[in-house]
C-alpha cells in the first residue's frame, strides 16, 4: 500500500530537501556504508528464492564471497522465470511487473517489489524538485503541481511510477494518468498533451528529449503561422498566446515554448538530453535535469541541483564496475569473467561497464546491465557533493569500434550531427568496409537540401575535434575514415510508419542509431544492401 | 486626522504591502494565491470604508457604505475558499459555487435598503442603520468566518507536524481576533457602547496568517501568547501598587501643587521598590503560565534525586526507565544497551507498560547515525535523513510496533554511545513540545552520567573481585600491613598457615615476640624506599623467602606487601638431589674400592681355605678360621658395596609390587607378632604393573621394616607399622611407615649414605639404607623419607609403572 506522503503538504523546505535529495550530502564512505547494508540485506531476502539459488547456490558471508562466487549475469539469465512472470520463483512477491523493451525485439519483464517502488517513487518527487531548483536547499514543488508528462505508459515503468507518484503527492497530470492509459497512440498522446497545457498551463515537464526538442523545432519553424482552432477559443489558451506573443514580441524573436509556458523545471529522458541541453534551454527556458536509469537497476545516478554531472545514488542497486580493460577481454574472449570494482575504487576519467545487483528483494545478482558510463569527477566542487560523478557514454554494443582502439559512442555521433547545426529528422551510423578498410557510415535524413558532400565535410571535421580515438585512426590510416549517406525525404517517417503497422514495440518503432542490422538499413533505404567486407 | 480615519488607509496599505508580499513569494500556491486575493479585498474594503468616514454628510457616507453589501460576503467567501485550500480539507464540490453564487447575490441587495437602510452619527462617526437582511448579511460573513476558524482546528488537529500546527494555530489566533474585533464593530450599531476594532483586529490577524504562510520557522504561538499575556499581567500588576502608591503619598501631602522634586523623590523611592516588587509578580506570573517549565525543571530535579539513590547496577537501568517515563508523562520509554564483546544494541530495558521490546543489528544505520550525531531524532524523521532511509524495514516495523516518536542518543563525554533512549506517545496523547524535547536532552544527559558511574562501578568491582580472586589463588601467602605492622589484608594460603590475622600486628601473627630480624619493613615504610626487598626466614617450622614491597596507598600513606613463598619442599627436593648426586659419588667410589678389595680378598679367602684343608694344630686353625670368616665378612661388605653401586645383574620382571610387600611382611609377621608390632596394610588392588627384581626388591623392603621394627621395639617395646600402596602420578609409591621415636633432623640428610648407623658397633653395617637406595635407583624410582623427630619416620618408594614395548610405539606414534 503506497501511503500518501504528507511531508510536501507541510512546506518544511529544509526536510522536503533532506528527505528527497540529502543524499547528496553523504560521502562516500556513508555511500558504501549503504550499499553493504542494503546488500547484506538484500542477500538475506534472496537468499532462499529458487531464482537467486540458480547463481548463488550457497548464502555468502560476506560481500567479498558475494563478489568472487556469484556470477556475472545477463537477463537471458533470468528469461525462463521472468518473461514467464513466475513469481513462485522468487523472494518477494512483485507490487507490478514492469515491461521493458531490449535491444534486437527482446522484451523484458522486470517485477518490481513494493519497497522498491517505494524508493522510485521518493526519488521521483527527488527528481521533479531537483528539476525545479538551481539552487541548493529550494523546495518549488508542492501539492497540486501540474505535471506534463509525455513518457511511455503502463506496462513500462515510467507509467507505472507516475501513478505511485500520483499517489504519493497530489499531483495534477496532464493529461490526466487515466487518459495516458488508454491512449494507444503516443505521438497523438504528445500532442494532445500540449494542446491541454495550453489551457492548463504546466508546471514541470517530464518528456523524452527528443519530444521536446521536436516542438520546439517545430514552433522556430511555424513561428507565426500556428493554426487555429476551436480549442484556441478558450478564454485561458487565448490569454496564454497572447501572453506568450507579446512576450516574445518584446524581445523580438520567433515564438518559442518558454513564452507559453514559464515551466518551473524540465526533466529530459533518454541518453541525447546532454547533446541537446543548449537547444532545450534556448526552447524551454530552463536547463533539463538527466537522470541514469533503467527498468532493471532503478536509479542510478541523476543530476543535482547545477545539473552539471550525474552523481551516484545509493539506495537502488549495489553498484560494481568493470574496468574498460576488463570488459574489453571479456568481449573478445566470452568465457573470461572480468574483475570488478566498487564506487570507492573507481578512477576518474576512467570507462566502466556497470553491475548492479538488486536491492529490496529485486531479482537481478550481479547483473550486466552493458551500459558504459565514465566516472568525470570524483567529486562537484561546484554544488559541495563529495560523491564521484559520472556521465553515460553508451551502450557496451553500441560502441562502433573502426580499428580496434577507435571507439565511437552514440553521444559522440550524436553531437557531431549537433555541431554542424544541420536539422535533420533522425540518423544512423554503422561499421561498413569499403576496399576492406573499415569506415564509419552515418545514414542521415535531413530536413531541407543539403550539399552532402560539404556536410560530410563538417561532420568528419567535428568528428576529428570530438573523438581523439577518430583522430588518431585517421592520421594512422591517412584517410578519412567515415562517409554519410542522405537518406531519402521521409524514409524514417516511413519506417516508423511500417513498424507501428508492424506492432512493434515503442523502443523498436525506429532504426537503432548505433550498429542497426542490415534489415533495419534495408527498410530505412528501401533497398537492399550490400555490405562489403 | 485622527485614527478614525488613518485607520482605513492603514488597512489599506498594510493589505497591499501585505498582498505583494505573498505574490512575490517563491511560492505561489492556490492557497497563497486565495490569501493574496482576501488582503487586496480588504484593502478595498479600507478604500471603501475611508471614503465612507471622510463623506460630509450622511448621504454620501450612505453611498459608500452600500458598496460593502457584495464585498463584505464576497471576501468572507474567500477567506473561508482559502482556509479549505490551505488545509487541504475535502469538502462538497458544490458547495463553494454556491456561496460565491450566494454572495454575489448580495450585489443587487446594495442599490436597495435591504440590508443598510441608511448612516446615523455617533460620538466616534459614521454608523449604518440596519435593514430587515442586515442580519443575514452579518450572519453569512460571521458564519463563513466562523467555518473558516473550524476548517483551520480541523487542520490543526489533523496535522501530527509541530511546525504546521504552530502555522495553522498562528492562522486560527488570528481569525479568532478578526472575529472578537468584528463584534466590537457591530455592538454600537446596536446601540451598545464600543470602539470599532475590526480594522486593527484584521491587521493582526492579516499580519499572523502573512507570517504563517511564508515563514516556517515560527516561535511557538502558544509562547508568544504566554510572553504577551505574562508581560502584560506582570506590567499590570507592577503598575497596579506604583499608582496606588502614588496616589495615596499625593493625598497623603494633601496638596494639588505638590513640589518637583516630591515627584523626583516618588519616582526614587518607588524605583528603589520596583525590583523586588518586579520579581516577586514575575514568579507569579511565571508560576501561572510557565507551570509546564516548572514541572519540567521538578521533573529533572526528581529524576536527579531519585537516579542518586539507584546503587545496584543491575536495577539501575530499569528504575531509571520507570523515572524517564514517569518525569515525561510517557507511555513507553525503552533504553538499549550495548551488548558486552558485540557491536548491537540488544539488551533493551522497557518499563513494565512498555510495548514490544525493541533490539538494534550491529549493523543498524540508527546505530552509525548516533555515533555520529548527538541529536535527538523524531521516529518520522527516520525517512528523512538520508543516511537513515536504508533502514532496515524489521527495525522500522520494531519502532512502529513499540510506538516510538523519538530517539535520543545516550552519549559520554568522550563522545561513545553509550546507549538509546527511545520514547513512545506521551500519555496525554498530545505531541512533544520544545520544552519536552529539551528535558530529553537534560535526562540523557543524567542517564548516560548515571550509567557511565555505574559502569566504572562495575569495572572497580569486577577489578576488585579479579585482584582478589587472584591473590587468593596464589598459592603463596600475601600479606599487607600497613605503618604499624597491622595487617590490612592477607590471603586464604597466608590466612591458613598463619590463621586469622586481619588487623593483628604482622609479627605476632606468624609466631614472633617481635619485629623480624631480618625484616625489610622498617626500611621499606619508615626510610620510604621504593626498592624490593627479598629475604628468607624460618617460620613456623618451615622455611620462607619473603619478598617485600612498598605500596602507596590512594590517602598517601605507605604500606607493605610482602609475599611469603614456602620453599620447605623446594628445600628438601633439592637436598634429596644433592643427596642423590653424593650418593652416586659415593657409589662409584664404593664400586671401584670394592673392587679392588674384591681381587686380593678371593686369594685371601682361597688361600685361607685351602690351608684350613691341611692339617693344622687347633691354635693354628682356630686363628685361621678367624682370618677365613672375616675375610668372609668383608666378602660380604664388599658384595654390599657393589650391590649399592649397581654394579651387579639384575633380574627385572614386570609384576605386581604389592606380592612382594606381601612376601616381606609374612616373612617378618611371626617376629612383629613377638615384638607387639601391629602391622596396618592399605593395598592399593588396582596398581599397575612395575617392572622390578624380585629379590632385590625385597631386600629392600625387608630392609626398611628390619630398621622400623627395631625402632619401634627400642622406642616403646611395639608399636603400629602402616604399609601402603598407591598410585602417584606415574608412578606407584610404596610408604612405611612406623611410629617409632623418629629421625632427628641433623641425620635425615645421612640416612642413605654407606656405612652410617646409630646402632651400637657391630650391630649393623650402615650398609642397609644405602643398598636399598642403590637398588631403588637401579629400578629408575626414588627412596626418600620423610621423618619428625619423635613422631615416626615414613620411608617412600616410588617406582615407574611399567610400559609395554608395544603401547610406547602407539603412544610415539
Known amino acids: ?533 | 486626522m485622527n485614527a478614525y480615519f488613518v485607520l482605513p488607509l492603514v488597512q489599506t496599505v498594510f493589505c497591499l504591502t501585505l498582498a505583494w508580499v505573498v505574490i512575490r513569494s517563491h511560492y505561489r500556491g492556490a492557497a497563497h494565491r486565495f490569501f493574496a486575493l482576501y488582503l487586496l479585498g480588504l484593502a478595498g474594503w479600507g478604500v471603501i470604508i475611508f471614503l465612507m468616514r471622510s463623506s460630509p454628510g450622511t448621504t454620501q457616507a450612505y453611498f459608500w457604505e452600500r458598496f460593502l453589501v457584495p464585498f463584505g460576503p464576497l471576501i468572507s467567501v474567500v477567506l473561508y475558499h482559502f482556509s479549505v485550500r490551505y488545509t487541504s480539507k475535502r469538502s462538497w464540490g458544490w458547495h463553494l459555487p454556491v456561496l460565491y453564487v450566494f454572495a454575489l447575490a448580495f450585489i443587487p441587495l446594495a442599490a436597495t435598503p435591504l440590508v443598510f437602510s441608511g448612516m446615523q452619527v455617533k460620538p466616534y462617526g459614521f454608523a449604518p442603520v440596519l435593514g430587515p437582511l442586515a442580519l443575514l448579511w452579518a450572519l453569512f460573513g460571521y458564519g463563513l468566518g466562523m467555518a473558516a476558524l473550524s476548517t483551520f482546528v480541523w487542520g490543526y488537529r489533523r496535522s501530527s507536524y509541530a511546525e504546521e500546527r504552530n502555522r495553522l494555530a498562528y492562522i486560527t489566533v488570528g481569525i479568532v481576533i478578526s472575529l472578537l474585533g468584528g463584534i466590537t464593530d457591530i455592538l454600537p450599531v446596536l446601540g451598545l457602547p464600543s470602539y470599532p476594532g475590526l480594522i486593527i483586529s484584521n491587521l493582526i490577524f492579516c499580519s499572523l496568517t502573512t507570517v504563517a504562510i511564508l515563514k516556517y520557522k515560527l516561535l511557538d504561538i502558544r509562547l508568544v501568547l504566554r510572553k504577551s499575556a505574562a508581560y502584560a499581567m506582570t506590567s499590570a500588576g507592577v503598575t497596579f501598587p506604583f499608582v496606588v502608591g502614588f496616589l495615596l503619598i499625593t493625598r497623603l501631602i494633601g496638596v494639588s501643587n505638590i513640589p518637583t522634586w516630591t515627584y523626583f523623590f516618588l519616582v526614587l523611592v518607588l524605583a528603589l521598590a520596583m525590583p523586588p516588587l518586579w520579581r516577586v509578580v514575575q514568579g507569579w506570573v511565571d508560576r501561572l503560565f510557565y507551570r509546564e517549565r516548572y514541572d519540567y525543571l521538578r521533573a529533572v530535579e526528581k529524576f536527579s534525586r531519585e537516579t542518586q539513590r539507584l546503587a545496584d547496577p543491575e536495577q539501575l537501568v530499569p528504575d531509571m526507565v520507570n523515572l524517564v517515563a514517569n518525569a515525561l508523562r510517557t507511555r513507553n520509554v525503552c533504553i538499549l544497551l550495548p551488548v558486552s564483546g558485540g557491536d548491537g544494541f540488544l539488551r533493551a530495558y522497557c518499563n513494565p507498560s512498555g510495548g514490544s521490546k525493541v533490539t538494534l543489528g550491529a549493523h543498524s544505520p540508527l546505530l552509525r547515525w548516533f555515533r555520529r550525531s548527538e541529536d535527538i531524532v523524531a521516529c518520522k524523521d527516520l525517512d528523512v535523513i538520508p543516511q537513515l532511509q536504508s533502514m532496515n524495514p524489521g527495525d522500522r516495523e520494531q519502532l512502529k510496533e513499540f510506538g516510538a516518536e523519538f530517539i535520543a542518543p545516550l552519549k559520554t563525554r568522550g563522545g561513545q554511545l553509550a546507549g538509546l533512549l527511545i520514547l513512545g506517545s506521551k500519555l496525554s496523547e498530545q505531541h512533544y513540545t520544545l520544552e519536552d524535547k529539551q528535558l530529553i536532552s537534560a535526562l540523557c544527559g543524567q542517564i548516560t552520567v548515571k550509567l557511565e558511574n555505574a559502569s566504572l562501578y562495575d569495572d572497580a568491582l569486577r577489578t576488585r573481585q579479579n585482584l582478589e580472586a587472584w591473590f587468593q589463588a596464589m598459592a603463596d601467602g600475601v600479606m599487607i600491613a600497613d605503618s604499624e605492622y597491622r595487617i590490612q589484608f592477607a590471603n586464604k594460603a597466608f590466612s591458613k598457615t598463619f590463621g586469622d590475622c586481619i588487623g593483628k600486628i604482622c609479627w605476632l601473627s606468624i609466631g614472633k615476640s617481635g619485629p623480624c630480624n631480618s625484616c625489610l619493613f622498617r626500611k621499606v615504610v619508615k626510610e620510604d624506599k621504593e626498592e624490593t626487598f627479598r629475604f628468607s626466614d624460618y617460620l613456623m617450622e618451615r622455611d620462607y623467602n619473603i619478598v617485600v614491597a612498598p605500596l602507596r596507598n590512594p590517602s598517601g600513606t605507605r604500606s607493605v606487601i610482602e609475599v611469603f613463598r614456602d620453599m620447605t619442599a623446594e628445600r628438601v627436593a633439592l637436598e634429596r638431589l644433592y643427596e642423590s648426586g653424593r650418593l652416586a659419588a659415593v657409589g662409584r667410589l664404593a664400586a671401584g674400592v670394592a673392587h679392588e678389595i674384591n681381587n686380593p680378598l678371593t686369594g685371601v679367602l682361597g688361600f685361607a681355605e685351602r690351608v684350613l684343608g691341611r692339617d693344622l694344630s687347633v691354635e693354628v686353625r682356630k686363628d685361621l678360621e678367624i682370618v677365613y670368616n672375616e675375610a668372609n665378612r668383608a666378602a660380604k661388605v664388599v658384595k654390599n658395596l657393589l650391590t649399592f653401586a649397581r654394579s651387579h645383574r639384575q633380574d627385572k620382571v614386570p609384576g605386581n609390587i604389592n606380592d612382594v610387600i606381601k612376601a616381606t611382611l609374612e616373612l617378618r609377621a611371626y617376629e612383629m607378632k613377638v615384638n607387639g608390632i601391629q602391622v596396618v596394610a592399605g593395598l592399593d588392588p588396582d596398581l599397575p604393573l612395575v617392572q622390578f627384581d624380585y629379590h632385590q626388591m625385597q631386600q629392600v623392603f625387608l630392609n626398611i621394616i628390619l630398621n622400623a621394627e627395631q625402632a619401634m621395639a627400642e622406642a616403646h617395646h611395639g608399636g603400629t607399622l602402616s604399609v601402603k600402596s598407591e598410585m602417584c602420578v606415574n608412578n606407584v609409591a610404596i610408604s612405611i611407615a612406623d611410629d617409632g621415636p623418629g629421625i632427628p633432623r641433623e641425620n635425615l640428610r645421612m640416612v642413605f649414605e654407606p656405612f652410617f648407623t646409630t646402632k651400637e658397633v657391630g650391630s649393623g653395617t650402615g650398609l642397609g639404607l644405602s643398598v636399598c637406595h642403590g637398588i631403588v635407583v637401579e629400578h629408575g624410582g626414588k627412596i626418600y623419607v620423610e621423618s619428625e623427630f619423635g613422631h615416626g619416620s615414613v620411608f617412600k618408594v616410588e617406582l615407574p609403572v611399567y610400559v609395554s614395548a608395544s603401547k610406547t610405539e602407539v603412544n610415539a606414534r
Open chain 1, 1 to 533: 500500500m503506497i501511503e500518501r506522503d504528507e511531508l510536501l503538504r507541510t512546506g518544511d523546505e529544509q526536510r522536503i530537501w533532506q528527505k528527497y535529495c540529502g543524499f547528496f550530502d553523504l560521502s562516500l564512505s556513508e555511500f558504501m556504508e549503504i550499499q553493504e547494508q542494503l546488500l547484506a540485506e538484500q542477500i538475506e531476502l534472496v537468499a532462499g528464492s529458487e531464482l537467486a539459488r540458480k547463481f548463488m547456490p550457497e548464502k555468502p558471508r560476506s560481500i567479498a564471497e558475494f563478489r568472487q562466487t556469484v556470477p556475472l549475469t545477463r537477463y537471458e539469465d533470468y528469461m525462463p522465470y521472468l518473461v514467464e512472470k513466475d513469481e513462485s520463483a522468487l523472494a518477494t512477491k512483485p507490487y507490478f511487473w514492469a515491461h521493458t523493451s531490449g535491444r534486437g525485439g527482446n522484451f523484458k519483464w522486470v517485477p518490481y517489489t513494493l519497497p522498491m517502488v517505494e524508493r522510485f517513487a521518493c526519488f521521483s518527487i527527488g527528481l521533479m524538485i531537483l528539476a525545479c531548483t538551481s539552487k541548493k536547499g529550494e523546495v518549488n514543488v508542492r501539492e497540486g503541481f501540474r505535471v506534463l508528462q509525455n513518457l511511455p505508459p503502463t506496462p513500462y515503468l515510467t507509467g507505472h511510477i507516475g501513478e505511485v507518484v500520483s499517489q504519493k503527492l497530489n499531483l495534477r497530470y496532464i493529461p490526466p494518468l487515466e487518459k495516458q492509459k488508454g491512449q494507444a497512440d503516443f505521438q497523438r498522446g504528445v500532442e494532445e498533451s500540449f494542446q491541454m497545457a495550453l489551457r492548463t498551463g504546466v508546471d514541470m515537464l517530464g518528456s523524452l528529449t527528443t519530444i521536446l526538442v521536436k516542438i520546439g523545432e517545430r514552433f522556430s519553424e511555424n513561428s507565426g503561422k500556428m493554426k487555429l482552432s476551436i480549442k484556441m477559443l478558450h478564454p485561458r489558451v487565448m490569454a496564454r498566446l497572447a501572453s506568450g506573443y507579446l512576450r516574445a514580441l518584446r524581445e523580438r524573436r520567433k515564438l518559442l515554448p518558454k513564452d507559453l509556458w514559464m515551466i518551473k523545471g524540465l526533466a529530459g529522458y533518454g541518453t541525447d538530453t546532454e547533446i541537446y541541453r543548449d537547444q532545450l534551454i534556448h526552447y524551454w527556458g530552463r536547463t533539463p535535469l538527466e537522470n541514469y536509469a533503467s527498468t532493471e537497476t532503478g536509479l542510478v545516478a541523476a543530476h543535482a541541483w547545477n545539473k552539471r554531472y550525474l552523481t551516484f545514488v545509493p539506495f537502488f542497486c549495489f553498484l560494481e564496475f568493470i574496468p574498460e580493460v576488463e570488459y574489453t577481454r571479456s568481449l573478445q574472449d566470452s568465457n573470461y569473467r572480468p574483475a570488478t570494482v566498487l564506487l570507492n575504487e573507481v578512477q576518474p576519467r576512467q570507462r566502466y561497464e556497470i553491475v548492479i545487483s538488486s536491492f529490496y528483494g529485486m531479482p537481478f545478482l550481479r547483473y550486466r546491465v552493458g551500459d558504459l558510463i565514465r566516472i568525470v569527477a570524483m567529486e562537484d566542487d561546484e554544488a559541495g557533493i563529495k560523491l564521484p560523478q559520472m556521465a553515460f557514454v553508451s551502450r557496451v554494443d553500441g560502441l562502433i569500434d573502426l580499428g580496434g582502439f577507435t571507439r565511437l559512442d552514440e553521444r559522440t555521433i550524436w553531437k557531431t550531427i549537433a555541431n554542424t547545426n544541420v536539422k535533420y529528422v533522425d540518423w544512423s551510423a554503422r561499421k561498413e568496409y569499403e576496399a576492406g578498410k573499415p569506415v564509419l557510415i552515418i545514414y542521415l535524413e535531413p530536413k531541407e537540401t543539403v550539399d552532402a558532400g560539404e556536410l560530410e565535410r563538417a561532420l568528419h571535421k567535428e568528428l576529428l575535434s570530438l573523438s581523439k580515438d577518430y583522430s588518431d585512426f585517421n592520421a594512422m590510416i591517412n584517410t578519412v575514415s567515415m562517409r554519410l549517406v542522405v537518406v531519402d525525404k521521409g524514409s524514417f517517417d516511413r519506417y516508423y510508419q511500417e513498424r507501428r503497422k508492424a506492432g512493434a514495440d515503442l523502443a523498436h518503432l525506429k532504426p537503432p542509431h548505433m550498429n542497426a542490422s542490415d534489415s533495419a538499413i534495408e527498410d530505412l533505404l528501401g533497398k537492399r544492401v550490400e555490405v562489403k567486407a
